[in-house]
């Protein structure tokens, strides 16, 4: 029986004999890549619909306008999600002094820019494009005046690094207005460039017959072609007029509209305030044993652990029997993955194929947020990763500093990441009120009502995403029981999970020997700034510690740092204001000792020495228990401490 994730051989020829069930989701390249993986034996290729038995098979190539298919595959799609137009720009050389076009050209090499841009647009992807588009450019380059274009020249030409010249760029570009009533002049005398209209086109389409020579078979292809570009144009010149979704895209989707999923919603209910607050308040063994059984139910291909209460880590997990080093002892499903994938199965997906149509750009993370929102406030014990849900740590019991007040920032004063964390919590917040705003907008307010879209339930799942997600093929994914295994350093090598087809599923590997009924852990190479600052903890003796050093290098140390780092002491990329991370030993900092010298390393010392005394001022006189709220930005404080008189300690015998 052929499933979803049906794998088909190159080499093979394929009979479906069962159906195959779909993967609808596009998400612009990479939906060709996720159908279509090589390994290292063969080339394998996934289904991306449903096909019943003896139907023709068909796929789906990805993000292709329609010129593709027609100039190199001879046909054009009856619908085609990545349809676009193309518009084009260049310095005229007619109508306009000599002096003009010299000025614009040296403009435009200055700039690095082509001289002739162009752009495919579509109406969904248009008002995001076109604002940063060459074509959009030149158009600003042709309207400045000569006095506009020689200032920008000399101002790019001064630039000293990439950096420099993409800020010179920006302000000589957008010191020039770009409107909208500019781009709908374009696409109008695009329009009018055609010898007939879109209509008298789509009159003699209704009447043609099928070809009988090939000849005529290519001129109909053609025709066909024109037509779909004139029409694409038609309804992007609509919705930038109007900002209405052109009808022939409505009647194209293959999922509910905003108001069907709602309705859906409605008829299958969610969970009350009662309700969830009821079923969270089960006591952690319950909540440990519900998560056991629905794995056993789920039937992991390979399960060699099982949750369990740890005294001081909360959660943690258990060999169920030994282990090898190296040994898969976890391979979760697909299916028990909350991720874009399996969101596909939940109420939730009409409003996050919408967020993706409007949107015109993935935003995984922010998806995959409200996917967790919307399975964990809104269908709460009805959800089916409640069980997983239900464990994870409410915000009272967790500690990221993005839940810190100002006592706790208190405690870390003199520390970097003190900023660090208030830029971060300033950014969530600003970002909430940003995607609340967008989402109402958007979808409206049924599906994550203001009751559940707060600002505190955002802040818990951003948290959650930020400290639980496992990665592979570039995506983040919540990975049942696989994230209640705790973090340990001693030698381990550093995690990995990968999703291997034969094993079935997403595969984790033993770091280390583990006997039955032994804590097993993970090592996932972080120093400690990054699991306090998105985690909330840090770790004793971490290998991978290191203590941050801004320094300003003068014009020889950045050349020879940039000559470590890019292989190009004249790299553009660098800059004079360089962050290093210093780990123990200290010999083995080559960018530092590259870029001061070993014999010249006094103001890196210095620096340290200095953050020492700033860190150990702060603690003096201070010490917490580990139930007090404190507790956790005290130890990171402290072993920054102790690492920094390690570090300190070792200049002496740097050779």
Same mark, same amino acid.
């Given at each position: 029986?052929?499933?979803?994730?049906?794998?088909?051989?190159?080499?093979?020829?394929?009979?479906?004999?069962?159906?195959?069930?779909?993967?609808?989701?596009?998400?612009?390249?990479?939906?060709?890549?996720?159908?279509?993986?090589?390994?290292?034996?063969?080339?394998?290729?996934?289904?991306?619909?449903?096909?019943?038995?003896?139907?023709?098979?068909?796929?789906?190539?990805?993000?292709?306008?329609?010129?593709?298919?027609?100039?190199?595959?001879?046909?054009?799609?009856?619908?085609?999600?990545?349809?676009?137009?193309?518009?084009?720009?260049?310095?005229?050389?007619?109508?306009?002094?000599?002096?003009?076009?010299?000025?614009?050209?040296?403009?435009?090499?200055?700039?690095?820019?082509?001289?002739?841009?162009?752009?495919?647009?579509?109406?969904?992807?248009?008002?995001?494009?076109?604002?940063?588009?060459?074509?959009?450019?030149?158009?600003?380059?042709?309207?400045?005046?000569?006095?506009?274009?020689?200032?920008?020249?000399?101002?790019?030409?001064?630039?000293?690094?990439?950096?420099?010249?993409?800020?010179?760029?920006?302000?000589?570009?957008?010191?020039? &207005?770009?409107? +909208? $009533?500019?781009?709908?002049?374009?696409?109008?005398? !695009? /329009?009018?460039?055609? @010898?007939?209209? #879109? =209509? %008298?086109?789509?009159?003699?389409?209704?009447?043609?017959?099928?070809?009988?020579?090939?000849?005529?078979?290519?001129?109909?292809?053609?025709?066909?072609?024109?037509?779909?570009?004139?029409?694409?144009?038609?309804?992007?010149?609509?919705?930038?007029?109007?900002?209405?979704?052109?009808?022939?895209?409505?009647?194209?989707?293959?999922?509910?509209?905003?108001?069907?999923?709602? &309705?859906?919603? +409605? $008829?299958?209910?969610?969970?009350?305030?009662?309700? !969830? /607050?009821?079923?969270? @308040?089960?006591? #952690? =063994? %319950?909540?440990?044993?519900?998560?056991?059984?629905?794995?056993?139910?789920?039937?992991?291909?390979?399960?060699?652990?099982?949750?369990?209460?740890?005294?001081?880590?909360?959660?943690?997990?258990?060999?169920?029997?030994?282990?090898?080093?190296?040994?898969?002892?976890?391979?979760?499903?697909?299916?028990?993955?909350?991720?874009?994938?399996?969101?596909?199965?939940?109420?939730?997906?009409?409003?996050?194929?919408?967020?993706?149509?409007?949107?015109?750009?993935?935003?995984?993370?922010?998806?995959?947020?409200?996917?967790?929102?919307?399975?964990?406030?809104?269908?709460?014990?009805?959800?089916?990763?409640?069980?997983?849900?239900?464990?994870?740590?409410?915000?009272?019991?967790?500690?990221?500093?993005?839940?810190?007040?100002?006592?706790?920032?208190?405690?870390?004063?003199?520390?970097?990441?003190?900023?660090?964390?208030?830029?971060?919590?300033?950014?969530?917040?600003?970002?909430?009120?940003?995607?609340?705003?967008?989402?109402?907008?958007?979808?409206?307010?049924?599906?994550?009502?203001?009751?559940?879209?707060?600002?505190?339930?955002?802040?818990?799942?951003?948290?959650?995403?930020?400290?639980?997600?496992?990665?592979?093929?570039?995506?983040?994914?919540?990975?049942?029981?696989?994230?209640?295994?705790?973090?340990?350093?001693?030698?381990?090598?550093?995690?990995?999970?990968?999703?291997?087809?034969?094993?079935?599923?997403?595969?984790?590997?033993?770091?280390?020997?583990?006997?039955?009924?032994?804590?097993?852990?993970?090592?996932?190479?972080?120093?400690?700034?990054?699991?306090?600052?998105?985690?909330?903890?840090?770790?004793?003796?971490?290998?991978?510690?290191?203590?941050?050093?801004?320094?300003?290098?003068?014009?020889?140390?950045?050349?020879?740092?940039?000559?470590?780092?890019?292989?190009?002491?004249?790299?553009?990329?660098?800059?004079?204001?360089?962050?290093?991370?210093?780990?123990?030993?200290?010999?083995?900092?080559?960018?530092?000792?590259?870029?001061?010298?070993?014999?010249?390393?006094?103001?890196?010392?210095?620096?340290?020495?200095?953050?020492?005394?700033?860190?150990?001022?702060?603690?003096?006189?201070?010490?917490?228990?580990?139930?007090?709220?404190?507790?956790?930005?005290?130890?990171?404080?402290?072993?920054?401490?102790?690492?920094?008189?390690?570090?300190?300690?070792?200049?002496?015998?740097?050779?």
């Amino acid at each position: 029986m052929c499933k979803e994730g049906c794998t088909w051989f190159l080499s093979r020829t394929c009979l479906i004999t069962n159906p195959i069930h779909v993967l609808a989701v596009r998400q612009m390249v990479t939906f060709f890549l996720q159908h279509h993986v090589l390994t290292d034996t063969d080339f394998i290729i996934k289904a991306d619909r449903d096909t019943e038995a003896g139907e023709q098979v068909f796929m789906d190539y990805g993000d292709n306008s329609n010129e593709i298919y027609f100039t190199f595959h001879g046909f054009v799609p009856d619908y085609n999600p990545f349809a676009c137009f193309e518009l084009a720009n260049s310095v005229p050389r007619k109508g306009f002094t000599d002096s003009y076009i010299n000025l614009r050209d040296r403009l435009v090499t200055a700039l690095h820019m082509p001289a002739n841009p162009r752009e495919c647009l579509r109406w969904n992807t248009i008002n995001k494009v076109w604002a940063h588009s060459p074509v959009n450019m030149m158009g600003r380059i042709l309207k400045m005046s000569d006095a506009q274009a020689r200032e920008c020249i000399e101002q790019v030409s001064n630039a000293k690094n990439r950096k420099s010249f993409g800020t010179a760029a920006r302000k000589c570009l957008h010191a020039v &207005e770009s409107t +909208t $009533e500019e781009l709908i002049s374009r696409m109008k005398a !695009l /329009e009018d460039s055609y @010898k007939t209209t #879109l =209509e %008298e086109d789509l009159e003699k389409l209704t009447k043609l017959e099928a070809p009988s020579t090939m000849e005529g078979e290519q001129k109909q292809i053609t025709f066909r072609y024109r037509v779909a570009q004139k029409q694409l144009l038609r309804e992007t010149l609509e919705f930038v007029q109007t900002g209405k979704m052109p009808e022939r895209e409505k009647a194209a989707q293959t999922v509910l509209t905003i108001a069907e999923a709602d &309705e859906k919603l +409605t $008829e299958n209910g969610r969970a009350t305030k009662e309700e !969830l /607050e009821q079923a969270l @308040k089960r006591p #952690l =063994e %319950e909540k440990i044993e519900m998560l056991n059984a629905w794995v056993k139910d789920q039937k992991f291909p390979v399960q060699k652990i099982v949750a369990a209460a740890v005294p001081g880590l909360r959660v943690g997990t258990l060999a169920t029997s030994p282990i090898k080093e190296n040994e898969p002892y976890l391979v979760v499903p697909k299916r028990a993955v909350m991720d874009l994938h399996t969101s596909q199965k939940s109420d939730v997906y009409p409003y996050l194929h919408h967020i993706s149509v409007n949107l015109d750009r993935s935003d995984d993370f922010h998806e995959l947020l409200v996917f967790l929102m919307f399975e964990y406030f809104v269908k709460g014990p009805e959800s089916t990763w409640w069980p997983y849900l239900a464990l994870l740590p409410s915000s009272t019991e967790m500690y990221p500093p993005a839940f810190y007040d100002n006592e706790q920032l208190a405690i870390l004063t003199g520390h970097p990441i003190r900023n660090e964390i208030v830029r971060n919590r300033d950014r969530i917040l600003s970002t909430f009120g940003k995607v609340k705003t967008y989402l109402y907008r958007t979808l409206g307010e049924k599906f994550l009502p203001p009751d559940v879209f707060t600002k505190e339930n955002y802040l818990w799942a951003h948290s959650i995403l930020d400290s639980r997600s496992i990665w592979w093929n570039g995506q983040r994914h919540l990975v049942p029981l696989l994230d209640m295994v705790n973090c340990k350093t001693d030698g381990l090598r550093v995690h990995s999970t990968t999703v291997d087809l034969s094993l079935g599923g997403a595969v984790t590997r033993a770091a280390a020997t583990y006997e039955k009924e032994e804590q097993v852990f993970e090592d996932y190479g972080q120093p400690n700034s990054i699991y306090f600052l998105f985690h909330g903890f840090s770790l004793e003796n971490n290998p991978y510690d290191c203590v941050e050093y801004i320094a300003d290098l003068d014009t020889e140390q950045l050349e020879r740092f940039s000559l470590f780092k890019h292989g190009n002491p004249k790299h553009p990329d660098a800059t004079q204001r360089v962050r290093f991370c210093i780990k123990s030993p200290l010999s083995s900092n080559e960018d530092l000792i590259v870029s001061f010298g070993v014999d010249d390393m006094a103001r890196p010392k210095k620096a340290l020495e200095k953050t020492h005394q700033t860190l150990v001022a702060t603690l003096r006189g201070r010490t917490f228990e580990p139930e007090s709220k404190f507790y956790g930005p005290f130890l990171f404080m402290k072993r920054q401490i102790q690492l920094l008189e390690d570090l300190i300690s070792q200049f002496k015998d740097l050779k």
